[in-house]
């Protein structure tokens, strides 16, 4: 009876130990687990932290201070076409009496006008200072209008690549709607001189 009493003493002893390690090992590992996963937060840097830090970093100055230089000298140069092309155009008209030709040229003619003003301002725009180009007076000659007429298709097809890389170089969408403009306009001229060229062939 004795050793009846004593084993069940003992099976009563080891339940109630098992009972506690279970509890006590549910209590660390609970206690364990937010630990870990602050751990495991502050051991994996955040993408969009590092993204931010790379761009707070990575700030392109150079372009900033070279594109406007750039783009100033470029256009002055668009300046200097425009006015020289009106001359061309105008002494152009004058080799010819027929109203059809004279109609197709005089329309990239009043077009170089309008353009040079609009380069003028978009530079006032870029500098904050006045530019006026001279007349040209150095036009070079041709013997036939079909000569001029080829030469001009040429000068539109330079033009457009001329401005489009002006526009590249614009910063401000009120400057780069007018160099657009500017380019639909040269494109139109190449346009109806083709044209012009099959009439006069």
Known sequence: MKKIISLAVVVVFVVLAVAGCASTLAAVSSAA??????????AVP??????????????????????PDASKDLVI?????????????Q?????????????????????????????????????GEKADIPIPTNIEKYNT???????????????????????ALMTDKQMRD????????EQEHFGRFVYLYSMLK
Do not use: C, W
């Open 46 to 67: 955040s993408p969009i932290a590092s993204q931010s830090s790379a761009l707070a970093t990575a700030t392109p100055t150079a372009e900033k201070t070279t594109a």
């Open 178 to 185: 007018k160099v657009f403009e500017i380019i639909t306009d």
């Open 91 to 127: 002494r152009m008209m004058e080799m010819t009496t027929d109203p059809a030709v004279i109609k197709q040229i005089n329309f990239a003619y009043d077009d170089e006008l309008k353009h040079y003003g609009m380069f003028k301002q978009i530079y006032y725009q870029l500098t």
């Open 145 to 167: 209008l079909m000569e001029a007429v080829q030469s001009s298709i040429e000068g539109e097809s330079k033009a457009v690549d001329a401005y489009r890389e002006i526009s």
């Open 33 to 42: 687990a937010p630990a870990s996963a602050a751990v495991a937060t502050s």
């Open 77 to 89: 140069k668009a300046m200097e076409a425009e006015r020289h092309d009106r001359v061309k155009y």
